[in-house]
T-cell receptor
């Protein structure tokens, strides 16, 4: 089924560890984004990409890195995990046209202890 | 800068009653507006969207929303609530530059009372 695939679904990290959250889409979408969802705060944009080789920062980029070497993949790297990064992370993608909404992945629930 | 305000973090309605979830936006340019629904432990699903044209838009599951420029509002309604409507609902706004900066409200959790 076409869509956005996120792995892993659950992850527990120790403070200071690094890891990569994977995101892949098979809809040939130009735009891809990472959001984090925290209770009472809605979804906040971490990083986004408008195409392969192009990335930019969102609202809460500190502690995260991204790259976009292909249209399909947009991994999110946590450099040195902190308890404040405990959250649910969503990857989303869309076409370049302004009228389409985002397609979201099912999320990664990350706990940093 | 664009922003979204959702009035009421929790809304409870009886089964069969009208559902009204409020959303006000701020944007310096004509906005694109979206409502998303999130069921427990799932990702977000597009419910409906306003881009241009008719200001009353219909979405999935019997929901609709009306864009009112003068009130900077995009409230979500459904005439008759069903138990399966229990979920969290997010309003979002995107500006003329494209989808890369979709700004979300803080969400409204809808509870349906049997």
């Amino acid at each position: 089924n076409a869509g956005v695939t996120q792995t892993p679904k659950f992850q527990v990290l120790k403070t200071g560890q690094s890891m990569t959250l994977q995101c892949a889409q098979d809809m040939n979408h130009e735009y891809m984004s990472w959001y984090r969802q925290d209770p009472g705060m809605g979804l906040r944009l971490i990083h986004y990409s408008v195409g392969a080789g192009i990335t930019d920062q969102g609202e809460v980029p500190n502690g995260y890195n991204v790259s976009r070497s292909t249209t399909e993949d947009f991994p999110l790297r946590l450099l040195s995990a902190a308890p404040s990064q405990t959250s649910v992370y969503f990857c989303a993608s869309s076409y370049r046209d302004r009228e389409s909404g985002y397609t979201f992945g099912s999320g990664t629930r990350l706990t940093v202890v | 800068a664009q922003s979204v305000t959702q009035l009421g973090s929790h809304v409870s309605v009886s089964e069969g009653a009208l559902v009204l979830l409020r959303c006000n936006y701020s944007s310096s340019v004509p906005p694109y507006l979206f409502w998303y629904v999130q069921y427990p432990n799932q990702g977000l699903q597009l419910l409906l969207k306003y881009t241009t044209g008719a200001t009353l838009v219909k979405g999935i599951n019997g929901f609709e929303a009306e864009f009112k420029k003068s009130e900077t509002s995009f409230h979500l309604t459904k005439p008759s609530a069903h138990m399966s409507d229990a979920a969290e609902y997010f309003c979002a706004v995107s500006d003329l530059r494209g989808n890369e900066k979709l700004t979300f409200g803080t969400g409204t959790r809808l509870t349906i009372i049997p």
